[in-house]
């Protein structure tokens, strides 16, 4: 608080601490970061980032948070160092712990190959999109690094398609997805009519038409029967 706020909020001085440690060295990291999470200057995927390497140094800094006091952390409801940093973390910031474990999680599991490529593609309307959306995150983040990868380069239209281009505008982590499960049907069976909506035209008595549909993936079947007597070997099948 510079001294033109002091003086708005009645004080006559201004509270300083002065901390001796190496630059460079993980006090000092923490305390950068502890200023910048403070300024909130960053989007939620960079404070996510931050709150991971927090967490990290923090652990470096005080070690008995994982381990001289697990004994105790855990009989007061916090079973590991995650939960136990959170909740310092969240009195810190002035939220629930739970929304300080999400922050986390993000920050731990995205992949650095999906943080360049977000870095590289920052000018785009998905990608921005992207880094302030927890939920897209947290959907990301639930698949292995490799295949973040994929799923960030299809919602960006960075990655290398034969998909035509109105097939591969994608929105969401899940859409992405389910364009990527479109291409690799249309390489196992052949085009398809999009990958929101996939369907096979052909005569379904005939067993190659049949084995093009996976095991499984059939929600609901709706028909209209035909009429006559023409169609009663149909019912027979």
Request: charged share 30%; aromatic share 6%; hydrophobic share 35%.
């Amino acid at each position: 608080v510079d001294a033109r706020h002091c003086t708005k909020l009645g004080k006559e001085t201004i509270p300083a601490w002065l901390v001796d440690c190496p630059p460079g060295s993980p006090e000092a990291r923490l305390i950068a970061i502890e200023s910048d999470l403070v300024g909130k200057w960053f989007n939620e995927l960079e404070v996510s980032c931050l709150m991971a390497e927090r967490k990290r140094l923090y652990l470096d800094v005080n070690p008995e948070t994982a381990k001289g006091v697990a004994g105790a952390l855990a009989k007061h409801g916090c079973a590991n160092d995650k939960m136990s940093f959170a909740e310092t973390a969240a009195n810190n910031a002035n939220l629930s712990k739970r929304s300080i474990e999400r922050k986390i999680s993000i920050g731990e599991k995205i992949s650095l190959d999906v943080l360049d490529e977000l870095e590289q593609q920052s000018h785009k309307h998905n990608a921005k999109h992207f880094c302030k959306s927890q939920k897209e995150q947290l959907e990301l983040v639930k698949h292995p690094a490799e295949m973040q990868l994929q799923l960030i380069k299809r919602l960006l239209g960075t990655d290398e398609s034969k998909l035509p281009k109105y097939e591969l505008q994608t929105k969401s982590i899940a859409q992405a997805k389910l364009s990527l499960k479109h291409e690799a049907n249309i390489e196992k069976y052949g085009k398809l009519s999009n990958h929101s909506f996939p369907f096979k035209h052909g005569d379904f008595t005939d067993q190659t038409i049949v084995d093009q549909i996976e095991d499984g993936s059939v929600s609901l079947i709706l028909t209209d029967m035909p009429y006559g007597k023409d169609g009663l070997p149909l019912l027979e099948d």
